[in-house]
């Protein structure tokens, strides 16, 4: 079993920037990929960025790429989201969750374990 915990969502004002932070803990030696993933108000949950536990790659949803940074800490127990100029359109609910599988994916079926989510509204 993997736990996750996300910290960090807000409120903020459109072109503002802001860092999530999740920590992980359980069977830490367990999963192979880390990621954060966003649920707008009514829409599905998409993948926005992974990384992996070993070497440190990442892979982003095509928009996010630049303004939106995945990193980890050394012991691998907290994986961060740093997101700069944030849109209205980054606003709903990030979840962090865990992969055991041994690939990059950023579909939702491919994670195994979650968090409860953490709220980011960005205003116009």
């Known amino acids: 079993q993997v736990q996750l915990s996300e910290f960090g969502g807000a409120s903020v004002q459109a072109g503002g920037s802001l860092v999530l932070a999740c920590t992980v803990s359980?069977?830490?030696?367990?999963?192979?990929?880390l990621g954060w993933f966003r649920q707008a108000l009514g829409k599905l949950r998409d993948g926005v960025a992974t990384?992996?536990?070993?070497?440190?790659?990442?892979k982003y949803r095509d928009n996010v790429k630049g303004p939106f940074i995945i990193s980890q800490d050394s012991a691998k127990t907290t994986v961060y989201l740093q997101m700069n100029n944030l849109k209205p359109e980054d606003s709903g609910v990030y979840y962090c969750t865990a992969r055991l599988g041994p690939n990059y994916s950023l579909r939702r079926e491919h994670f195994d374990y979650w968090g409860q989510g953490t709220q980011v509204t960005v205003s116009s």
């Open positions: 359980g069977d830490i030696a367990a999963w192979n990929y």
């Open positions: 990384i992996a536990r070993d070497g440190g790659g990442t």
